[in-house]
Every structure is written in C-alpha cells, then in structure tokens.
C-alpha cells in the first residue's frame, strides 16, 4: 500500500491539506487502536439495548414458553457474544504486553 494513501497532510498547488486524524496514527496498527477505543463502547451500547429488547420480550411473553424461550436466547446470545468480544480484546493486549508490542494492559 503506498504511503500517499494513509497521508494526514496533503500539499496540493501550494495548498496544505490536514486529515481528520491526529498525527499519533502512524501505521495501521494505531488506525485500529483507535476505532477499537470507538467500537467497544458502542458494543455496550448494543448490549442495553439487546437486553432490554430481551427483557421486554420476556415480560411480554404472557406464560408462553416458545416466546419465554426466546427471549431467553436473545438475553444469552448478546451475553455471549459481548463476553467473546471483552475476552478477544483483553487476549490480543495480554499478548502484546508479553512480546512488548503494545504499552501494556488496557
């Protein structure tokens, strides 16, 4: 990939033009630490959300047990699925700290 893709200043004509990212962002590597910092929040957001459509499925269910049943599966699934997303972070920054890639833990 050229360098000229990833560029935060452009000059053109004479003309300096600045990118919307900070000049820390110096590989791809800071790119993803910095939509990750951005993405985990707005999975915690998506988790209220699924576990209140969950809720609401629940208490709408009147007794029903395929209804109860599946607001069951949406409460565990985005459970699931936001422990699977917390645990993979912590694994990648528990391995750059040992092989000194990264600054550390979190």
């Keep these: 990939m050229s360098k000229s893709l990833l560029a935060q200043?452009?000059?053109i004509n004479g003309t300096s033009i600045q990118g919307p990212l900070d000049s820390k962002i110096t590989n791809l590597g800071d790119l993803v630490n910095?939509?990750?910092t951005f993405l985990l929040p707005l999975a915690g957001i998506v988790l209220l959300f699924v576990l209140i459509w969950g809720g609401y499925d629940y208490?709408?269910?009147?007794?029903?047990?395929?209804?109860i049943k599946?607001?069951?599966?949406?409460?565990?699934?985005?459970?699931?699925?936001?422990?699977?997303?917390?645990?993979?972070?912590?694994?990648?920054?528990?391995?750059?700290?040992?092989?000194?890639?990264?600054t550390g833990i979190i």
Excluded at 59 to 67: A, C, I, V
């Design 70 to 102: 599946t607001a069951q599966a949406k409460i565990t699934t985005g459970l699931i699925g936001f422990f699977l997303l917390i645990s993979s972070y912590l694994i990648v920054r528990v391995i750059t700290a040992i092989f000194g890639l990264g």
């Design 59 to 67: 208490m709408m269910s009147q007794g029903n047990p395929e209804k």
């Design 34 to 36: 910095r939509v990750l």
């Design 9 to 11: 200043s452009l000059d």
